[in-house]
């Protein structure tokens, strides 16, 4: 009986020390995966200097709340014209030229120039059901090319949770940017 007592414990005390070892695996794979996706939401917000917000307000035909989404999971969408040519410093163009109210802002000892775009949509009966049941938003600019006429392009994407909308819903995006000062 002392033997198999023995045993037992040695057994006890094994799987007791390999399921803390496997914790502690666990734990330090969960803290690099969380620095790997810190990284990448770096580099997602991070567009040419700029850091970008976007909230999303979903409001029903009576001006009632439906919904508040926000996002930093912004992509920044390479512009190219029809040829294949990268139009460059478009965010820069986009931020000095087409935002207009601009402040000054501090966060965490960094000063930076602060501007916003709000677009507002209604639903109506012709809107697909992929823009419906939407979670992705697009940042458009159109404007006049040289040597190419009137284009339109995608500048940034952001992921937000999923909407459910109904017809006559207003959907209010706001894109923030802010842009470091050296």
């Known amino acids: 009986m002392k033997n198999l007592s023995k045993i037992l414990l040695s057994v006890i005390i094994t799987l007791i ?12 794979l969960s803290d690099q995966a969380s620095k790997k996706l810190e990284l990448l939401r770096a580099k997602l917000v991070d567009a040419d200097g700029y850091k970008l917000h976007l909230q999303v307000v979903v409001r029903d035909s009576q001006g009632q709340l439906v919904a508040v989404m926000e996002s930093v999971d912004i992509w920044k969408i390479p512009a190219r014209l029809p040829d294949g040519a990268e139009v460059p410093y478009i965010t820069d163009v986009l931020f000095d030229q087409l935002l207009d109210e601009k402040e000054i802002i501090t966060l965490g000892n960094k000063k930076y120039e602060k501007a916003q775009f709000i677009d507002i949509w209604n639903l109506d009966k012709t809107t697909t059901w992929e823009i419906q049941r939407s979670s992705q938003h697009s940042l458009n600019f159109c404007g006049d090319f040289e ?6 392009m995608t500048i940034f994407q952001a992921l937000t949770a999923q909407m459910n909308l109904a017809e006559d819903d207003a959907v209010t995006s706001q894109w923030t940017f802010l842009r470091a000062i050296n």
């Open 147 to 152: 040597g190419y006429g009137r284009q339109c």
């Open 17 to 28: 020390t390999i399921s803390s070892v496997q914790a502690a695996i666990a734990e330090d």
